[in-house]
């Protein structure tokens, strides 16, 4: 086979969610689609169907397949159930398996295992994702047999050196690993003009001068969003500074209905707390968040339960400063004081201290942070850099396999 045969090979990506859903995993999996596809790839989602989603289409030369329907318990396991079936009924050539290892919900556990038990046995290389850290120890515990598929696989992808350690410990040879990190468009995200920042706010009516936090984030309990409330609140009383800063969430409007039980939960909270300053917005179509982030002066999070957050790149991309907890998916990114602010995981009066460090920071100096994080970005984490890599990883499983 040449290469050139071998640069057509299929990837059968199965992911929990796809667009429409909104969130970093599925935003990114669709850029690296599209580069993928322009390298020759072709590419078959396999995911969950969702409202007013057609069980078949295609996006340009993406190809999806829904199953089930996500917001139903029974529609979530019949959707396993026919992704599971329909990779034991069809034969795939020159095809690559791409999983993300979503460990959750028992069932779907045990039905991501057997498909890859299902592609081993039919001799398709297997490429898992591990989204976060945590989840191979929380796989270890609800399914172990799922251990014996990291072990088996073809490649397994770590995020971060937290997920890279328990695979290790878990048996996954070293060897089996690849250490290929997320990626951004830093074309699209990236620091824009006064005048289009100043627009921007002043389409929300933003004071030009105001200090703005921006927290792009679905209301997912991971991703502690009642815990910053309180946070804000705190800042605002302690500091005074209600009338100089604004907190803005970009959340996500098609939530599942767990999710939306979340979602009104904040809301309640927000007004109980009498939050001044806050500002919660629906999250827009992938290409339209930029310019949350360029009207913005710094990132926030306290989520611990990232393998390595798009948003966060995505912010450095735009020149933001990140205030984030010191886990280790953060740590590859973000070194304190130099582009960012690190608090202890989980610790609230840490996370104060943090803030109050980034209020008590000059203008050129958080200038200078933000400068410095996309230049990370730039030399390590270009979408179209990340996406050679797994070109590059695909077509050495086809070339081994054939």
């Given at each position: 086979m040449?290469l050139?045969?071998?640069?057509s090979?299929?990837v ?21 689609a ?9 590419i078959t989602?396999?995911t ?14 993406i190809?999806?397949?829904?199953f089930g329907?996500a917001?139903?318990q ?11 079936a329909y990779?034991?009924?069809h034969?795939?050539q ?5 999983a ?11 039905a ?12 398709i ?11 191979v120890t929380?796989l ?6 799922g ?15 937290r ?13 089996q ?16 003009p006064?005048?289009r ?10 004071v ?8 792009p984030?679905?209301f ?20 005074n ?15 599942k ?6 979602s ?6 927000a007004?109980?707390l ?7 917005f629906p ?11 360029q009207?913005s002066d710094?990132?926030?999070s ?16 735009t020149?933001?400063p990140v ?10 990114l ?11 995981p989980?610790?609230l ?12 920071t ?6 200078k ?17 990340v996406?050679?890599r797994f ?10 396999s054939?």
């Amino acid at each position: 086979m040449t290469l050139e045969e071998i640069a057509s090979a299929n990837v059968l990506a199965i992911v929990p969610y796809f667009i429409p859903h909104i969130g970093g995993g599925e935003t990114h999996l669709y850029q690296m689609a599209e580069l993928l596809s322009a390298k020759g790839h072709s590419i078959t989602i396999l995911t969950q169907g969702l409202p007013g989603t057609l069980t078949y289409e295609e996006r340009g030369k993406i190809k999806i397949r829904r199953f089930g329907y996500a917001l139903t318990q029974a529609g979530k396991r019949q959707a396993y159930a026919q992704i599971l079936a329909y990779v034991q009924q069809h034969q795939f050539q020159n095809t690559i398996l791409y999983a993300y290892l979503s460990v959750g919900k028992e069932y779907r556990t045990k039905a991501m295992c057997e498909i890859l038990a299902v592609a081993r046995e039919k001799g398709i290389p297997r490429v898992v994702r591990i989204p976060s850290s945590g989840r191979v120890t929380e796989l270890s515990k609800l399914h172990p047999d799922g251990i014996k598929e990291l072990r088996e696989a073809d490649c397994v992808i770590a995020l971060n050196p937290r997920i890279y350690k328990e695979l290790v410990s878990f048996g996954v040879h070293s060897h089996q690993i690849q250490s290929i990190p997320n990626g951004v468009n830093i074309n699209l995200f990236k620091p824009c003009p006064k005048s289009r920042m100043k627009g921007v706010r002043a389409s929300v009516s933003c004071v030009q001068d105001t200090l703005v936090f921006l927290c792009p984030s679905r209301f997912a309990p991971k991703k502690r969003i009642p815990e910053l409330l309180r946070l804000w609140k705190q800042i605002i009383e302690a500091y005074n500074v209600a009338s100089s800063c604004e907190f803005w969430i970009v959340g996500d409007p098609r939530l599942k209905t767990k999710q939306g039980q979340v979602s009104r939960r904040i809301h309640a909270l927000a007004g109980e707390l009498k939050l001044t300053g806050l500002r919660l917005f629906p999250a827009e179509p992938h290409p339209e968040m930029p310019k949350y982030f360029q009207a913005s002066d710094v990132y926030i999070s306290l989520s611990t339960q990232e393998g390595m957050s798009n948003a966060m790149l995505e912010a450095m991309a735009t020149c933001l400063p990140v205030i984030a907890p010191a886990t280790e998916a953060t740590r590859q990114l973000i070194r304190d004081g130099w582009n960012g602010f690190l608090f202890a995981p989980g610790d609230l009066a840490s996370a104060e201290q943090a803030i109050l460090r980034f209020l008590n920071t000059d203008k050129e100096q958080r200038i200078k942070m933000g400068q410095r994080g996309r230049e990370i970005v730039r030399q390590k984490y270009k979408i179209e850099d990340v996406a050679e890599r797994f070109s590059e990883l695909f077509n050495r499983l086809i070339s081994k396999s054939i």
